[in-house]
């Protein structure tokens, strides 16, 4: 039971950070940021949110400075928002995952097409091998 309570609070505390940052922050260093993940510890103190930023290295760098501005406001809206007695202090981290899935991705599209037999089908490819 207390499993789901936790990843109900988790979902719901990625709901609201979201909803607070598209909506609430008028940083103009803020960039294009997606909340991917919050981690809750055991006894809901702390929460490690994790998100991911469109653009270059700097504009993610700018993106983490202004969320780490940021996080006394949040935490405040957060308060007023949700009826918990404790409310989780937040510590914002950058989500590398997405950008080393897109690199991922753009290595695959690579080699299937430098590959000499990506022009031809499936069943051709069958064929030429003889089967």
Known sequence: MRQTRIERLT??????IAQIIHQELKDPQLGFVTI?????SKDLTHAKVSFS??????????????LDRST?????????RLRLRVIPRLAFRY???????????????QLKRSSPDSSRGPDAQRDAAGQ
């Open 72 to 80: 006394g406001f949040i935490y405040g809206l957060l308060k007023k």
């Open 36 to 40: 991917t993940k919050v981690e809750l």
């Open 11 to 16: 979902q719901q505390l990625q709901r609201e």
């Open 53 to 66: 930023c469109l653009g270059t290295p700097e504009e993610c760098a700018r993106s983490q400075e202004a």
């Open 95 to 109: 989500d590398e995952s997405i950008q080393g899935a897109i690199a991922l991705s753009a290595a695959l599209d």
